[in-house]
């Protein structure tokens, strides 16, 4: 069992399902010849051939409109945006298209593609290339929004995409690429969909998260953990639909609740799941729930990255905060 990136998973599920079902396509900017922009794709044009996959012009647009043609004939496309920042020429056919067209054509029709994008900051980029909007994806229904946070579920997750008859945004937290490693076997296992993951087990407090926070959440449960606070660490992995029946069972061991995302409060996945709780198990609760997110700002430049970040400290003191202030 090979030990990979998270890139490297990303790549290992994409030659699978490639060899696997002739009908699966790759286009996108680079992705082909260059192996894409971070090296995602790095071998499939040499293995599968030009036909398959499939190197497109600078257009997002052309990529979006090209990609939901494909999945109504047939086809399983999985189509590479550089960076999730720019989706957003392909909105019209991401949210008028590939969303609708099931319920469009009364079921004639299906749209099974998927939608890849690295997202996040961290890595000094301009903002662009730095964006965590998952929650404006999540909004639109129709749509599946998946995030994975470590190599193993990526490569599972990916291969669920791809079988999913449903289109897919497929959201890739960049800043853990490549510092992230794990054993992952090509055994080609999907995961589904609609499931969050527990990643650890804890009695006073649930955390929520996803993407590239789960390394700071996990470095914090395991120092809380020392101070004698046991947090259960859950990984949403799918945002769009949101497993709020897991996170309701840890609820009930531990009555406190916190939801770390990088992307921007207000109208985020975190306040999502505060109101499900709030509507649906708010009995269940001994204090109130806290978020500990991104700030309401367009990304900083890579000087200032650091102060939108989440830090171990921010999710420690939130963490303590729970526990002392509503004991």
Request: aromatic share 6%.
């Amino acid at each position: 069992m090979a030990e990979l990136t998270l890139v490297e998973a990303v790549n290992l599920a994409l030659h699978h399902e490639m060899s696997h079902d002739p009908s699966v396509i790759v286009l996108g900017e680079d992705v082909g010849d260059n192996g894409g922009v971070f090296r995602a794709t790095v071998g499939l044009k040499e293995k599968h051939g030009c036909k398959r996959v499939i190197d497109t012009p600078l257009a997002e647009a052309l990529i979006g409109g090209v990609t939901v043609g494909m999945a109504s004939q047939g086809l399983r496309p999985v189509a590479e945006f550089q960076f999730q920042g720019f989706v957003f020429p392909a909105m019209e056919h991401l949210a008028c298209h590939a969303a609708r067209m099931r319920n469009r054509t009364r079921g004639r029709l299906s749209c099974p593609a998927v939608f890849r994008a690295p997202f996040g900051g961290g890595i000094h980029a301009p903002e662009h290339h730095s964006e965590s909007v998952e929650a404006l994806f999540a909004h639109i229904p129709g749509l599946k929004v998946v995030i994975p946070s470590s190599p193993q579920r990526a490569y599972g997750l990916l291969l669920g995409a791809i079988r999913s008859n449903d289109p897919v945004m497929f959201f890739e937290p960049k800043r853990i690429y490549r510092t992230v490693k794990s054993e992952v076997e090509d055994n080609g296992k999907a995961l589904p969909l609609d499931t969050c993951f527990t990643l650890r087990k804890g009695r006073d407090i649930t955390l929520v998260t996803w993407g590239a926070c789960v390394v700071e959440c996990l470095k914090a449960s395991n120092d809380l953990s020392r101070q004698g606070i046991e947090l259960e660490v859950i990984d949403a992995a799918t945002v769009k639909p949101l497993d709020m029946a897991t996170i309701f069972h840890s609820l009930e061991k531990t009555g406190r609740l916190l939801v770390v995302h990088e992307a921007s409060q207000t109208c985020g996945i975190g306040a999502e799941i505060l109101a499900r709780t709030a509507e649906h198990a708010m009995c269940l609760l001994k204090a109130p729930p806290k978020r500990v997110t991104g700030m309401d700002t367009v990304m900083p430049y890579y000087r200032n990255e650091d102060y939108f970040m989440i830090q171990e400290y921010d999710i420690i003191a939130a963490a303590r905060e729970l526990m002392e202030g509503w004991k």
